[in-house]
C-alpha cells in the first residue's frame, strides 16, 4: 500500500514561487508514473503535471504548461512541483497521485481516474 504526503504549500504574492513536495509515508513511487492535481472550492479536480517513473517524460496541463515544472528523485522518493509566476486562479489545494498500473504518462493528456493513492493535498495561496 503507497501512501502519499504532499507538503510545501503556502501562501505567495502573485508572480511569486512555490516547490511543493510528493513523498511516500509508507511504499514507493518509483515504479509508477506520479501526477500533481488541484481543487479549488466549488470546482473540479484539476490535472496539472505527470512524470514517468524511469523515462522521465513529462505532460502538463495547458492552464500551468510554462509556468510549472514536474520533476522526480526516485532515490529519495519524492516528486516535485516547481510553480513559478503564480496567478490569482492559482490558489488550491494540490495533491498528488499514483498511477497503480503504468509507469508512464499518456501523451495525450492526463487521465486522473487512473490515478490512486491521493494524499491529504496541501494549500497554497496567492495573495498580495
Known amino acids: 500500500q503507497v501512501q502519499l504526503v504532499e507538503s510545501g504549500g503556502g501562501l505567495v504574492q502573485p508572480g511569486g514561487s512555490l516547490r511543493l513536495s510528493c513523498g511516500v509515508s509508507?511504499?514507493?513511487?518509483?515504479?509508477?508514473?506520479v501526477a500533481w492535481f488541484r481543487q479549488a472550492p466549488g470546482k473540479v479536480r484539476e490535472a496539472l503535471a505527470c512524470?514517468?517513473?524511469?523515462?522521465?517524460?513529462?505532460t502538463y496541463g495547458a492552464s500551468v504548461k510554462r509556468r510549472f515544472f514536474i520533476t522526480r528523485n526516485n532515490v529519495q522518493n519524492t516528486v516535485d512541483l516547481q510553480m513559478n509566476n503564480l496567478e490569482p486562479d492559482d490558489p488550491a489545494v494540490y495533491y498528488c497521485?499514483?498511477?497503480?498500473?503504468?509507469?508512464?504518462?499518456?501523451?495525450?493528456?492526463?487521465?486522473?481516474?487512473?490515478?490512486?493513492?491521493w494524499g491529504q493535498g496541501t494549500q497554497v495561496t496567492v495573495s498580495s
Open positions: 509508507t511504499g514507493t513511487l518509483g515504479k509508477y508514473a
Open positions: 512524470i514517468g517513473s524511469t523515462d522521465g517524460f513529462t
Open positions: 497521485a499514483r498511477d497503480p498500473q503504468y509507469s508512464y504518462c499518456a501523451a495525450s493528456g492526463i487521465r486522473t481516474h487512473r490515478f490512486d493513492s
